[in-house]
């Protein structure tokens, strides 16, 4: 939990991994204890991001401009919307943080970690009372699901976007790059196996936010 009360939890997982219906029963089981939820997701969350991310899923560009655009879209959205949720102590569930940008941009197309990490620390910087600190989430919800088994799900769904068009091969990289981004941050991560059934999952989610007394 943030100084202020707030907190801030993060859902990540390759395309199909299926975190949607957890992250509203999460925010559900939260207000039933009559906590404020800010939900949002990235790219978005505020009318400037949301207009990037549009950009970002349907525009063909390089890693780069890929990793600035989300970097962007994010500023704005800590600035505009998460740091003040957060203040006023609500819970924030997240869809997707900075660990995708790892992920995607780092893991899937390749992009260099260090820089990745230098737009972090520029993007994330927040001015504490004693000292200047970087924004990351509480806890990050990793739904691990196999590249196969996401394919077949998103196979016949709505019309991919950019992402969800790319081949399996793609997917196993993002997975590792999410791997490699919850062994540099052990403490921070839960990883979930998300081909478990839907019940299965939701317990598992609930167990972790309870585990860290968040939840009673
Ligand atoms: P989603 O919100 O439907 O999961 O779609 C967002 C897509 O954008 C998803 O394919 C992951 C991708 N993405 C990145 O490539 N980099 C990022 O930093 C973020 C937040 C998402």
């Given at each position: 939990?943030?100084?202020?009360?707030?907190?801030?939890?993060?859902?990540?997982?390759?395309?199909?991994?299926?975190?949607?219906?957890?992250?509203?029963?999460?925010?559900?089981?939260?207000?039933?204890?009559?906590?404020?939820?800010?939900?949002?997701?990235?790219?978005?969350?505020?009318?400037?991001?949301?207009?990037?991310?549009?950009?970002?899923?349907?525009?063909?560009?390089?890693?780069?401009?890929?990793?600035?655009?989300?970097?962007?879209?994010?500023?704005?959205?800590?600035?505009?919307?998460?740091?003040?949720?957060?203040?006023?102590?609500?819970?924030?569930?997240?869809?997707?943080?900075?660990?995708?940008?790892?992920?995607?941009?780092?893991?899937?197309?390749?992009?260099?970690?260090?820089?990745?990490?230098i737009l972090e620390q520029w993007v994330q910087t927040v001015r504490g009372l004693e000292a200047d600190?970087?924004?990351?989430?509480?806890?990050?919800?990793?739904?691990?699901?196999?590249?196969?088994?996401?394919?077949?799900?998103?196979?016949?769904?709505?019309?991919?976007?950019?992402?969800?068009?790319?081949?399996?091969?793609?997917?196993?990289?993002?997975?590792?790059?999410?791997?490699?981004?919850?062994?540099?941050?052990?403490?921070?991560?839960?990883?979930?196996?998300?081909?478990?059934?839907?019940?299965?999952?939701?317990?598992?989610?609930?167990?972790?936010?309870?585990?860290?007394g968040w939840l009673p």
């Amino acid at each position: 939990m943030t100084t202020t009360g707030g907190l801030f939890i993060s859902f990540e997982g390759i395309d199909g991994a299926g975190k949607s219906t957890h992250i509203e029963g999460l925010a559900q089981a939260f207000r039933a204890q009559g906590r404020a939820v800010t939900l949002t997701r990235e790219p978005g969350g505020t009318p400037l991001a949301e207009k990037l991310r549009s950009v970002v899923l349907n525009d063909t560009m390089d890693a780069m401009t890929e990793a600035l655009l989300v970097f962007a879209a994010r500023r704005d959205h800590l600035q505009q919307l998460i740091e003040p949720a957060l203040a006023r102590g609500d819970v924030v569930l997240c869809d997707r943080f900075t660990d995708a940008t790892f992920a995607y941009q780092g893991g899937g197309r390749g992009f260099d970690l260090s820089i990745l990490s230098i737009l972090e620390q520029w993007v994330q910087t927040v001015r504490g009372l004693e000292a200047d600190f970087i924004r990351e989430p509480d806890l990050t919800v990793w739904f691990d699901l196999p590249a196969e088994i996401a394919a077949q799900r998103l196979a016949g769904a709505r019309t991919p976007d950019k992402f969800e068009a790319q081949p399996v091969e793609f997917f196993k990289s993002v997975s590792d790059g999410y791997l490699k981004r919850m062994l540099a941050s052990p403490s921070r991560f839960v990883r979930i196996q998300a081909d478990n059934t839907r019940d299965a999952v939701w317990l598992d989610v609930l167990t972790a936010v309870q585990g860290r007394g968040w939840l009673p």
